[in-house]
């Protein structure tokens, strides 16, 4: 079992920063991949972006050049820096983890961003 914490969320105006913090606790050796997805009101849940046990890193259209995504010396800490932010990042923001075919998913984080 996976167990994760999301932190950081909060509101910003317009071409503010921000970063995300997600903990991660359990079998975190077992953990394969890590992102971040977002949910807007009304809206799907969509992916944000995404890094490997071996440091790959993917992108959303929509954020590539603005946030980056990385871990920690400890495996099981990962970071999402948002700059340059827009109102149309606002939603609440859900750290992921795959261990094998099990997925997992954090508590959620709010971010407002107001114009």
């Known amino acids: 079992q996976v167990q994760l914490v999301d932190s950081g969320g909060g509101l910003v105006q317009a071409g503010g920063s921000l970063r995300l913090s997600c903990a991660a606790s359990?079998?975190?050796?077992?953990?394969?991949?890590m992102g971040w997805y977002r949910q807007a009101p009304g809206k799907r849940r969509d992916l944000v972006a995404t890094?490997?046990?071996?440091?790959?890193?993917n992108y959303a259209d929509s954020v590539k050049g603005r946030f980056t995504i990385s871990r920690g010396n400890a495996k099981n800490t990962v970071y999402l820096q948002m700059n340059s932010l827009n109102p149309e990042d606002t939603a609440v923001y859900y750290c992921?983890?795959?261990?094998?075919?099990?997925?997992?998913w954090g508590q959620g984080t709010q971010v407002t961003v107001s114009s």
């Open positions: 992921n983890a795959v261990a094998g075919k099990f997925g997992f």
């Open positions: 359990g079998s975190i050796f077992s953990i394969n991949v």
């Open positions: 890094i490997t046990s071996d440091g790959t890193t």
